[in-house]
C-alpha cells in the first residue's frame, strides 16, 4: 500500500514538472545539467583535480571515495536488487529530452554521485565551493526528474545514499584519524 502511494506521488510529480516546469528553451540547459552526471565523470575530475593541491589533496581522495563507495551500492547492489522500471518504459506520458538509459531505476546514481562528493566538498573545503557543489547537486538531482529517466524516489534514494556514503568517507578518512592517538 505504501509503495503504491509513493508512485502515484512520483508520477504525479513528474507529470507535473513535464507539463508545467519544462520550458522549451531550458530544455538544452537541464540536458547539460543532466550530463555532468553521466559516469560521474564531473565529479571524478574535480576529485582528481583537488589531488593536485597539497591543501586540498585529502578532501579530493575522500570525495573520489565517497563516489566509489556510492556507486558499489546504488550501481551494483541496489539498482540489481530492487530493479525498478524506469518511469518513460512504464509510462508513455511521460516525454524523454535523453536517450534511454541501459540500468534500472532506482536508486539514482547521478544524484548518489553528485551528492557524495559535493557533501565532502562542504565539509573539507572553504563553505563557498562547499556550497557551490551542493548547489550543482541539487540542479543534476533535479535534471533527473525535468528530462524523465528517474522518479523523485529515485533522487530521494541518491541523496541518502550519497549522503551516508560522503559520511561514512569522512568518518574513515577525517574523523577517525582523530581518534588515534599522535
Known sequence: MLLDWIHQIDIAILLFIQEYVRIEALNGFWTTVTSLGNLGW?????????????KTRKAGFTALF??????LVTNLFLKQVVA??????????????????KDYSFPSGHTC???AS???YLWRLPKPWGMLGIGLAALIAFSRLYVGVHYPSDVLGGFAIGYLSAWFADWRLYRKDLQEPS
Open 42 to 54: 564531473f565529479w571524478i575530475m574535480m576529485g582528481l583535480f583537488l589531488l593536485v593541491f597539497p
Open 66 to 71: 565517497a563516489m566509489a563507495v556510492g556507486a
Open 84 to 101: 525498478r522500471v524506469r518511469p518513460y518504459d512504464r509510462y508513455e506520458e511521460i516525454i524523454l529530452l535523453v536517450l534511454p538509459q
Open 113 to 115: 554521485a553528485a551528492f
Open 118 to 120: 559535493a557533501f565532502i
